[in-house]
């Protein structure tokens, strides 16, 4: 997909004039302010990034349009809650949307979402990196654009893996990390609380063994088949029993979350962590305050997230934001522009650098700025160009919800039982025959 950047930023820029033009013709007789479209964009919280964008690209809009930001609930179930109900009632204010990539089928499946232009289309994935196209896509179509994405990588402690004889030039496999920290008595940070955390590394288990959750992601309820069953399903409960069971992410693992795991890897018994870039950053900022050692930001190394078999390349998750605009917005036209704007790569690396949320495209990683503040800005575009999402389905709610009640507590997870279990569960769930 794709034009050249040039003509692409044109394309747009004609679109967004010729709407401005048509907007003072139908609307001459009102005032400026009264003739200028309003955009409401819904906006997951951010250290305000997103409302910095909507003022930049109304500004280069030249009048076309004005975009006012609406602040959606801090957790993703809530904003996907809110969301859902507005769309399904019609609710024609849900002009562009911040979207997570798990929730996006649910939400494109029944029409709630405006088909994207093909010209939107070219001009906004150009070089979008795998992993992060592959989480916009819904039946093999493009039914949002991608904003930023995320992924974990593996953080290490370089003492560590140095006193256990690890290369961590060479591709790690989760077996050397957890015999490692066993034999160094060091724990590992992983994310074992009852949240969508658990879904977020089964599945990046499962599909690091070149299979998914979901035989079909596009089956209807009653024919939902999960690959669970299987090899694969048991070795990646095997992983997480084992961390489990040998107490290797220490005895408040029920209730690690993403930041109680950094900051267990942050203290003297970390060892190895699978985390988001986030952690860099709040590291450091707690060393500027005087909270932690500066000798611990030297301590730190990262690289690719572990592999499930050392011939397989990992496949790590996939997170991040996606814009789409609501089936009903009276601005559909515009609503595009302006997520053609907010999108570009020049954008999207000022994000990271302001807010912390990587691109999810390839040319934004080339800003050489980067370097100072992400020095592992390249390990996260290699990781996002492997990563996988999560299950496309619209019944992705239910099937998460099912992992996370099966899947806790982890030192309960075992090889045998937990896969088998947690596909009866689902399908019964799916079937109506159960509730969750």
């Not at 601005?331 to 954008?347: K, T, Y």
């Not at 088998?420 to 569960?425: G, I």
């Amino acid at each position: 997909m794709g034009v050249s950047g040039d003509s692409r930023h044109r394309g747009r820029r004609t679109r967004v004039v010729g709407a401005a033009i048509a907007a003072g013709v139908l609307l001459s007789g009102c005032s400026d302010t009264e003739s200028v479209p309003v955009l409401t964009w819904y906006i997951n919280p951010d250290d305000g990034g997103q409302a910095t964008l909507a003022q930049q690209c109304s500004e280069e809009s030249d009048g076309a349009y004005q975009i006012q930001t609406s602040l959606l609930p801090a957790d993703a179930p809530s904003q996907r809650e809110q969301l859902a109900r507005r769309l399904a009632a019609g609710d024609a204010s849900l002009d562009i949307m911040s979207l997570d990539p798990p929730f996006i089928p649910e939400l494109a499946e029944p029409g709630f979402l405006a088909p994207v232009p093909a010209e939107t289309a070219d001009a906004t994935t150009e070089d979008t990196l795998e992993g992060a196209l592959a989480g916009a896509m819904w039946n093999d179509e493009l039914v949002t654009v991608p904003f930023w994405a995320n992924t974990q990588l593996l953080w290490y402690r370089e003492s560590v893996a140095e006193a256990a004889g690890l290369n961590m030039d060479e591709p790690v496999t989760w077996d050397q990390v957890i015999e490692a920290a066993l034999e160094q008595e060091k724990l590992l940070g992983v994310q074992g609380i009852r949240a969508e955390s658990m879904t977020v590394w089964l599945n990046a288990l499962v599909e690091s063994q070149d299979t998914s959750i979901l035989v079909d992601p596009e089956a209807a309820a009653v024919d939902v088949a999960t690959n669970f069953p299987t090899e694969e399903g048991s070795k990646a409960a095997e992983i997480i029993g084992t961390i489990g069971s040998e107490g290797l992410a220490g005895p408040g693992v029920a209730s690690m979350d993403e930041n109680q795991s950094m900051l267990l890897f942050q203290g003297d018994e970390g060892s190895f962590m699978v985390n988001w870039p986030f952690v860099w950053a709040a590291t450091n900022a707690s060393v500027e305050e005087g909270v932690l050692d500066e000798a611990l930001v030297d301590d730190i190394g990262w690289t690719q997230y572990p592999r499930v078999d050392e011939d397989t390349a990992s496949a790590p998750p996939l997170g991040g934001i996606n814009l789409g605009v609501g089936a009903e917005s009276e601005h559909q036209d515009l609503a595009f522009d302006a997520i053609e704007c907010i999108v570009e790569p020049e954008n999207q690396t000022e994000y990271f650098i302001t807010n912390g949320n990587p691109p999810s495209s390839e040319s934004a990683y080339e800003d050489e700025s980067l370097e100072e503040d992400y020095p592992m800005a390249d390990a996260i575009r290699e990781a996002l160009q492997n990563a996988a999402p999560r299950p496309q389905t619209p019944f992705y709610n239910e099937i998460s919800t099912a992992i996370q009640q099966e899947f806790t507590p982890i030192s309960g997870v075992t090889g045998d039982q937990t896969p088998t279990q947690t596909d009866s569960f689902i399908v019964e769930v799916l079937r109506g025959e159960r509730l969750l």
